[in-house]
């Protein structure tokens, strides 16, 4: 790895390592047009981006709107108990502690090179609780009890090609397993039209729990364009606050289908 300059100093070197479980090479860039904001790449396209001086700031659409979901899990502030399941640059992990300190978490992902990267050239902020566990998502799952987490965040679905034993009924089922009855499982979804794949996985975990809600784009919603969906599901009943305070959130134009809009989302599989 190249040597770590602070980010926005003159002589910011860009790091970047060979991530041989990928088979690509990693790099680290500063953000043009934010200052002290870091992008993290894979084989040339952009992962994940870290505002190191504010990480109560998330500038990707899809993960803002999983943090308003997870500003919604508690009392504002109060810590929570958090499973990320997909590492990337720990941008979730970092927003959780900025916003809820004390916050226990735990992140897995596959790649131990990765990890070791980021964690080098983008230090966790001061006080972070975060177990990192290296290894597959499935595995890690099965050895958590249950209701061990608030919230449980599945980020490791690029479209249709994920690795099977992910997408499973039963993995779903553990996810929900390892989940407060309270709290809320959230899985992202990226996908291309028409939606096929986040279809199906919004009609598997509605169908396994309580309630479940449809967070994206609102033109995504016809399924004409690629982008990322997520599926928010809870043991517990889905609150119309929160729809209608994620609708006020954003990032605009928002979609947060719930009931029948979410189960006609759902029925588009079958036409």
């Known amino acids: 790895m190249i040597g770590v300059q602070q980010p926005g100093s003159d002589d910011f070197e860009v790091p970047t390592r060979w991530l041989p479980g990928t088979g690509a090479y990693a790099e680290i860039d500063e953000d043009a047009y934010i200052d002290g904001a870091l992008i993290l790449s894979i084989g040339g396209a952009q992962q994940s981006h870290v505002d190191m001086l504010h990480p109560e700031r998330v500038f990707y659409e899809y993960l803002q709107r999983i943090a308003n979901v997870i500003d919604l899990a508690g009392p504002p502030g109060a810590p929570l108990r958090v499973l990320h399941l997909g590492a990337g640059a720990l941008t979730l992990v970092r927003y959780v502690q900025a916003t809820r300190p004390g916050s ?16 080098d050239a983008m230090p966790l902020p001061e006080g972070t609780a ?3 566990i290296i290894g597959d998502a499935a595995d890690a799952v099965l050895e958590q009890p249950d209701a061990a987490f608030d919230v449980v965040v599945l980020d490791i679905f690029a479209g249709a090609d994920a690795p099977a034993h992910l997408t499973s009924p039963d993995f779903a089922a553990h996810l929900l397993r390892v989940c407060a009855g309270d709290g809320v499982v959230l899985v992202n979804v990226g996908d ?12 598997q975990l509605s169908g396994l729990a309580g309630a479940a809600a449809v967070l994206t784009e609102a033109g995504m919603v016809g399924g004409d364009h690629a982008g990322n969906v997520i599926v928010a599901a809870r043991s517990a009943g889905w609150p119309d606050a ?17 009931g029948p809009e979410r189960r006609a989302f759902e029925r588009a599989l079958d036409a």
């Open 104 to 119: 226990r978490q735990i992140a897995v992902d596959l790649e131990s090179e990765l990890i070791g990267f980021v964690l």
């Open 242 to 258: 929160w729809t209608r305070t994620l609708l006020a959130a954003g990032p605009h134009p928002a979609a947060v289908l719930v």
């Open 130 to 132: 975060c177990e990192i």
């Open 192 to 203: 291309d039209p028409p939606l096929a794949f986040a279809r199906a996985q919004s009609r």
